[in-house]
């Protein structure tokens, strides 16, 4: 009803009023007696009820919505649905022919105890030359070496190629390949004395190992001619 509506809205608005009439009062008072923020939660709390009093919106009932009875129109026509097409007649397709698969005749597996394996051909030949060839290398290896006269290297006296013998040096290619200060240092530990100087005894051995004696007879005018030495 309106009237009651009416009534209830300015009931509200005079409850909005007393409350925040209220909360004004309180917030009066704590601001003279100087209390402290806490007491000021009832104050705020009825102001928002005052104002949530006043900004409440009521809904108005909405009225029920009307129940219509739609009654058939008995006067419509009924489409017409045209009669379905008979679907053609199945017919099963032809059974596929099973291809006839002829066997190839397989031929029996030979028997085991009548194969007669390839024998290897015979290297009796070749094994008597690899043979002599190892027994060759090992006479070889096994050969004394034949020692060469040292004495022909000009600085070397009979004193001299005793100690080299003594250390294992026989021949030319052995004095051409060893260390000229451990030569030294080797035969002043044998108690050689008077040493020549034994790079120009490797020098003159290393053109005595390839039989170039021409060679070593020009390396020998040209140490003279550095030393000075005319004879």
Request: with cysteine; proline share 8%; net charge negative.
């Amino acid at each position: 009803m309106p009237e009651d509506r009416s009534m209830q809205l300015d009931g509200r608005i005079a409850l909005a009023a007393g409350l925040l009439l209220t909360a004004l009062l309180l917030v009066t008072n704590n601001v003279i007696s100087r209390v402290p923020l806490a007491d000021y939660l009832l104050a705020l709390a009825l102001t928002g009820i005052g104002l949530a009093l006043i900004f409440i919106r009521w809904t108005p009932r909405q009225p029920d919505a009307e129940t219509e009875t739609i009654a058939p129109q008995s006067h419509l026509a009924v489409a017409s649905t045209p009669a379905p097409e008979p679907l053609p007649e199945w017919t099963p397709a032809a059974e596929a022919e099973t291809p006839t698969v002829i066997a190839a005749p397989v031929e029996p597996l030979p028997n085991v105890d009548t194969l007669t394996l390839p024998k290897a051909e015979s290297t009796e030949d070749e094994t008597q030359a690899v043979e002599s060839v190892e027994v060759e290398e090992a006479t070889q290896a096994f050969e004394p070496v034949e020692p060469d006269d040292l004495e022909k290297i000009n600085g070397i006296g009979p004193k001299i190629a005793s100690a080299l013998r003594d250390l294992g040096i026989t021949t030319f290619a052995a004095l051409a390949s060893a260390d000229e200060k451990q030569l030294q240092a080797a035969l002043e530990a044998a108690g050689a004395r008077r040493l020549g100087d034994p790079g120009f005894w490797i020098r003159q051995a290393e053109c005595a190992a390839r039989g170039d004696w021409d060679g070593m007879q020009h390396a020998i005018d040209e140490y003279k001619a550095q030393r000075g030495d005319g004879s």
